[in-house]
């Protein structure tokens, strides 16, 4: 065996009823196949020399697409969607691409949008469900957002979500949300369970952090990048353009930097990186604004991103957790920009910062055409998935191929940027920045 880890995917039973969706079994003759249970790719592509352990099923991604036998009558499926949690490029071109596949390509008439998240569900919000269909979505996939509204929170209400799914009748639920959409998903999969029903779960994460677990990236995640380097151009322009220039800007990235990564990457004009996952002294001959004095002296203008989850040691510590389960974060950004400003100012120096925070501009962003082809293919796996009776699972890509990938295994932790890896080497390179910006070690 080669992981503790296990990719088998629950399914809800035999699957009987012949699929509506005419495709080929046979290999070579320039028809569409249909995918089998016993097709799997094997996640990692790192080799070794030397006898390898054998591999076993729990080890190996089962590839998603569409069965050639289904487990739900399409006559007899109610199916729901519903998101959750922050906006991310891509979100309805999701929805769209669920329903559409749904009732195009299975037959399904009866689709549910669930308003405003889990808060959907909850009786004491009273918000009616909004019927989808071919018409419904046809255009939205031109809109940034949720044509189905998001919040956060809802999803610890296992109980009375699964309580109004019954009332429903429905049979299949797509969650399309981050890790705490997922862990509530897999928590309401668990009470179906528990009460014998049978309704199929499957989630698309949504995570604009590009930091779930196993997946090649997330939806969403190269619109942000395009946009926040936009960002990045607009702060050096203003940084150039002055003496003592300084263009600060922050970006999405709670507990992973793969958003500032990519964007010093994908714009060239930053001069530091921060992220969570390299800390970084404030002060001091090797911290950071030393290092930014050395950088005015020398070009007389930076450029600065930072992940907002980066430096929270620095600053005063904010307890509790958001509606999400996430823990609060100080605001690094608006931290820095006043430090760097006192630090300057002490010394006697002239600077001209330009704060700039672009994350709801981000966020709200249509996908670009890269992301909507991705939202597009997520969304007809997600559907395919659930109609041959998959549950407890994520559609997620994984060495160039769409897989189904259990929500238990996909939660247990984030994927975050290795500061020993490839990526940051690159970023440092891209920035030339120290490779430390600490006083010790």
């Not at 509530?184 to 029903?197: C, H, T, V, Y």
């Not at 904010?318 to 010394?347: C, M, P, W, Y």
């Amino acid at each position: 065996m080669q992981s503790e880890l296990d990719f088998t995917v629950p399914s809800l039973g035999e699957r009987r009823i012949p699929s509506p969706i005419a495709l080929s079994t046979t290999q070579g003759d320039r028809i569409a196949n249909y995918v089998s249970d016993m097709e799997f790719i094997r996640y990692g592509n790192e080799a070794r020399e030397g006898p390898q352990n054998p591999l076993e099923r729990r080890d190996l991604l089962e590839k998603a697409g569409p069965r050639e036998r289904i487990y739900f009558g399409p006559s007899h499926v109610h199916a729901g969607i519903v998101t959750c949690g922050g906006l991310c490029p891509g979100l309805n071109d999701v929805i769209r691409a669920i329903t559409r596949c749904l009732w195009q390509r299975y037959g399904v008439r009866r689709i549910t949008g669930i308003r405003y998240g889990y808060k959907g569900f909850l009786p004491e919000y009273d918000i009616p469900v909004r019927p989808l269909d071919p018409d419904q979505v046809d255009d939205i996939h031109k809109m940034g957002g949720t044509m189905l509204g998001s919040s956060r929170g809802g999803g610890e209400r296992t109980t009375d979500i699964v309580d109004a799914i019954e009332r429903l009748n429905m049979n299949m639920l797509f969650t399309i949300g981050g890790d705490g959409t997922q862990k509530g998903a897999l928590a309401i999969a668990e009470e179906i369970e528990r009460r014998n029903l049978k309704v199929a779960v499957v989630g698309v994460p949504k995570t604009i952090d590009n930091d779930l677990l196993f997946v090649d990236r997330s939806f969403g995640f190269e619109t942000a990048v395009a946009r926040a380097a936009e960002a990045v151009t607009g702060a050096h322009a203003e940084a150039h353009s002055s003496m003592n220039g300084i263009g600060l800007v922050k970006l999405m990235g709670r507990d992973s930097g793969f958003i500032a990564v990519h964007t010093v990457l994908a714009a060239h004009e930053a001069n530091f990186v921060l992220i969570p996952e390299v800390p970084f002294d404030l002060e001091g001959p090797k911290g950071l604004l030393a290092r930014l004095e050395e950088r005015l002296e020398r070009r007389k203008h930076a450029v600065v991103v930072v992940a907002e989850g980066a430096g929270q040691e620095h600053l005063a510590t904010v307890a509790g957790t958001d509606a999400s389960g996430n823990r609060k974060l100080g605001d690094i950004g608006v931290f820095l920009r006043d430090r760097i400003q006192e630090h300057f100012a002490a010394r006697g120096k002239e600077i001209n910062l330009k704060y700039i925070d672009p994350s709801y501009l981000i966020r709200s962003a249509s996908a670009s055409p890269t992301d909507s082809v991705y939202c597009e293919r997520l969304g007809n796996n997600a559907a395919h998935a659930a109609m041959a009776g998959k549950t407890k699972c994520l559609i997620g890509m994984v060495n160039g191929e769409f897989v189904h990938i259990p929500i238990a295994v996909a939660v247990r932790s984030r994927r975050r940027v290795d500061p020993e890896g490839s990526l940051w080497r690159d970023a440092v390179d891209a920035t030339q920045q120290p490779l430390s910006m600490r006083n010790e070690g």
